[in-house]
């Protein structure tokens, strides 16, 4: 793992296939791809205009990936991995025509710390 990240740190990326680990990799279904930043903001739009939803970076290359991936007879189940207005500022010129407001309560909760967002529990 060490010698991956490392390759990681200095390509850039790793490559499992023809490795001892590629059969288990195949096998797993796992599957992996790549989405630049017209990817991302195409697949925002397409999903926007198609089901109403505005969904974040990290889930637009998700479901752009998933896409090209999947089993076209499955429906692709791609899990939000944040809240697309949390990400309004960094793309707001190239989706300015989906912006939506943030959710009630989202607002309130930036620049405020773990301890005052999340319940203390005490151990017994």
């Avoid at 793992?1 to 390759?7: D, P, T, Y």
């Avoid at 390509?11 to 992996?32: C, H, M, N, Y």
């Avoid at 697949?43 to 479901?63: C, F, K, M, N, S």
Wanted: proline letters at 7%; a positive charge; glycine letters at 8%.
């Amino acid at each position: 793992m060490r010698e991956l990240w490392s390759k990681m740190a200095a390509e850039g990326g790793f490559d499992l296939a023809g490795t001892r680990w590629w059969p288990k990799v195949q096998a797993s279904g796992i599957v992996s791809g790549h989405s630049t930043h017209a990817d991302r903001l195409a697949t925002i739009r397409e999903v926007a205009t198609r089901y109403g939803l505005v969904i974040d970076p990290h889930t637009a290359d998700g479901v752009k990936v998933g896409l090209e991936h999947r089993d076209p007879a499955a429906p692709l189940i791609c899990v939000e991995t944040a809240l697309a207005p949390n990400f309004r500022r960094r793309s707001a010129k190239p989706s300015a025509a989906i912006r939506r407001a943030r959710p009630p309560g989202v607002a309130s909760r930036r620049g405020r710390s773990a301890a005052r967002r999340f319940p203390l529990i005490r151990s017994a």
